[in-house]
Nanobody, 125 residues
């Protein structure tokens, strides 16, 4: 199983940008699709973005489509989430995770894990 660590969160004003990183350990990183999820206070964890094993297929939640971009760099064992035009409602802890099975393309939470500690993103109005 690939181990993932999130970083890059912080405090930003509405309309600003942040880039989150998801660094993987192990040589099997390129065998896994990667997902980003987020959890706001008092709310359930929700899907944000997906990047396929090949890196050629992406999928986004409607709430972030056109503002967020997911991309992977297999040479650096890292997946990025570029977040532009941030809104206060984007405030949440952001998690990256991979499907439990290699070569599985999925953004279903019951097929993903384990979960890391996440990185906090706070957008002020």
């Amino acid at each position: 199983q690939v181990q993932l660590v999130e970083s890059g969160g912080g405090l930003v004003q509405a309309g600003g940008s942040l880039r989150l990183s998801c660094a993987a350990s192990g040589r099997t990183f390129s065998s896994y699709a990667i997902d980003w999820f987020r959890q706001a206070p008092g709310k359930e964890r929700e899907f944000v973005a997906f990047n396929s094993v090949s890196g050629t297929i992406t999928h986004y939640a409607d709430s972030v489509k056109g503002r967020f971009t997911i991309a992977r760099d297999n040479a650096k064992n890292t997946v990025y989430l570029q977040m532009n035009s941030l809104k206060p409602e984007d405030t949440a802890v952001y998690y990256c995770a991979a499907p439990k099975v290699p070569y599985m393309n999925s953004w279903s939470q019951d097929q993903i894990g384990p979960w890391g500690q996440g990185t906090q993103v706070t957008v002020s109005s």
